[in-house]
């Protein structure tokens, strides 16, 4: 069992960059991929990026390609997702999300941060 923790939402206007962190605790050595996900206000969640803990290979949803950059801080048992040139279309509860070595879900989930990005 894993718990994740995000911070860095806020409100910044367009044009504008915010950096959310997730803090990973508990069984991090079971934890192959940390990703973020978002949902904006009556829409699904969606997929943003993902990272291997062991690698740092990275993955990026089209519409974030250039924009966002998503890195881990393993001796800190972090993730980040650097969003630059944000959007009103950005704004969104963020989440960081786990996947374990030998499942295909990602099963452990923060509780969100907010961004909100104005126009």
């Known amino acids: 069992q894993v718990q994740l923790v995000e911070s860095g939402g806020g409100l910044v206007q367009a044009g504008g960059s915010l950096r959310l962190s997730c803090v990973v605790s508990?069984?991090?050595?079971?934890?192959?991929?940390m990703g973020w996900f978002r949902q904006a206000p009556g829409k699904e969640r969606e997929f943003v990026a993902a990272i291997t803990r062991t690698d740092g290979n990275a993955h990026y949803t089209d519409f974030v390609k250039g924009r966002f950059t998503i890195s881990r801080d393993n001796p800190k048992n972090t993730v980040y997702l650097q969003m630059n040139s944000l959007a009103p279309e950005d704004t969104a509860v963020y989440y960081c999300?786990?996947?374990?070595?030998?499942?295909?879900?990602?099963?452990?989930w923060g509780q969100g941060t907010q961004v909100t990005v104005s126009s």
């Open positions: 508990g069984r991090t050595s079971s934890v192959y991929t």
């Open positions: 999300a786990a996947q374990r070595f030998g499942t295909r879900n990602y099963d452990s």
